[in-house]
């Protein structure tokens, strides 16, 4: 079955501290991953794709099939990165989007 | 820069009522989407649209659901007789060329309360 697992419910850290959100992915094709965030009060959005392996906002995230992880990373946090963060697997001819439970990143100054 | 636009923001329904949830997409975009996420839990995916047409729904789409673009713009979802169990933040998204390229925008989200 089709998952997508991100363990840490919270991840609190400080202002300057290297961040990881953690996600795990069960899938046995060919994946495509995303993170999507949502500020306080705002909606989600995109932030970034595996396909088009960029940085935003300083975030990156690489594949590792082997070990089927799709870890987002920031060397280091801002307070304005504070927010909750959700890994989602893209699949389907639609390309729909199973979601994790998502990890709320609370950056502490 | 464009939004998907979602009305109401929180609706407040009585158990066994129908409820029509709206969305306009932004306006060239081609793909339609219904999620929903039930407080405490994940995002799950409901409905895609696509070409007048669903294309895709999960196993919650049953047939207390239905999907509809009226009018070229409105992107409705309909729950024809509420449970409790559909209290839930419902999101609209849309796509332009498909979400392989270019990825959702997603709407604000309706807060439904059914009690």
């Known amino acids: 079955a089709q998952r997508v697992t991100q363990p840490e419910k919270l991840l609190s850290v400080f202002k300057g501290a290297p961040v990881e959100l953690k996600c795990n992915y069960s899938?046995?094709?060919?994946?495509?991953l995303f993170w999507y965030v949502q500020y306080s009060r705002q909606r989600l959005q995109l932030l970034l794709r595996?396909?088009s392996r960029e940085s935003i906002k300083g975030f990156t995230a690489d594949l590792n099939k082997g070990e089927t992880s799709f870890h987002l990373k920031k060397p280091f946090a801002q307070e304005e990165d504070s927010a909750m963060y959700y890994c989602a697997l893209g699949r389907g001819a639609t390309n729909k989007l199973i979601f994790g439970t998502g990890t709320l990143l609370a950056v502490q100054p | 820069e464009p939004e998907v636009t979602q009305t109401p923001s929180h609706q407040v329904t009585q158990m066994g009522q129908e409820v029509i949830l709206r969305c306009v997409p932004i306006?060239?975009?081609?793909?339609f989407y219904w999620y929903r996420q039930i407080l405490g839990q994940k995002v799950e995916f409901l409905v895609s649209f696509y070409n007048n047409e669903i294309s895709e729904k999960s196993e919650i789409f049953d047939d207390q659901f239905s999907v509809e673009r009226p009018d070229g713009s409105n992107f409705t979802l309909k729950i024809r007789s509420t449970k409790l169990e559909d209290s839930a933040m419902y999101f609209c998204?849309?796509?332009?060329?498909?979400?392989?390229?270019?990825?959702?925008?997603f709407g604000s989200g309706t807060r439904l309360t059914v009690v």
């Open positions: 595996h396909i």
């Open positions: 998204a849309s796509s332009e060329k498909g979400p392989r390229v270019d990825g959702y925008t």
């Open positions: 899938y046995s094709g060919s994946p495509e």
């Open positions: 306006s060239n975009h081609l793909y």
